[in-house]
Nanobody, 124 residues
Framework: HVQLVESGGGSVQAGGSLRLSCAASVDIYSTDCMGWFRQAPGKEREGLAT???????RYEASVKDRFTISKDNANNTLCLQMNSLKPEDTAMYYCAAGRRVLGRCLTMKGAYNYWGQGTQVTVS
């Protein structure tokens, strides 16, 4: 059974930074796709960034150049460095593990079958 546990959320002022972590019970180095998603109240869960087993990354336009996804293989942890945070970044953030679609790690929810419980990020 795959377990993903997020941490690092909190409250921060606009323009600030946070670093989210996701501890995994599986070897994230070889996992096909790992991703970060978020869900704000009343909105759909949206994909933000993905990283594949070859360390290729993809970002949605809303976070590109502000967020960085990475894998800390020594600690088997997925990370999301978030800079220049905005109030609209306020949401519950989730990490997920999944499979490629058409050879790529996309930010499609349906491609991810393992999810963490989420960590709250609030930007004011």
């Amino acid at each position: 059974h795959v377990q993903l546990v997020e941490s690092g959320g909190g409250s921060v002022q606009a323009g600030g930074s946070l670093r989210l972590s996701c501890a995994a019970s599986v070897d994230i180095y070889s996992t096909d796709c790992m991703g970060w998603f978020r869900q704000a109240p009343g909105k759909e869960r949206e994909g933000l960034a993905t990283i594949d087993s070859a360390f290729n990354t993809r970002y949605e336009a809303s976070v590109k150049d502000r967020f960085t996804i990475s894998k800390d293989n020594a600690n088997n942890t997925l990370c999301l460095q978030m800079n220049s945070l905005k109030p609209e970044d306020t949401a519950m953030y989730y990490c997920a593990a999944g499979r490629r679609v058409l050879g790529r790690c996309l930010t499609m929810k349906g491609a991810y079958n393992y999810w963490g419980q989420g960590t709250q990020v609030t930007v004011s």
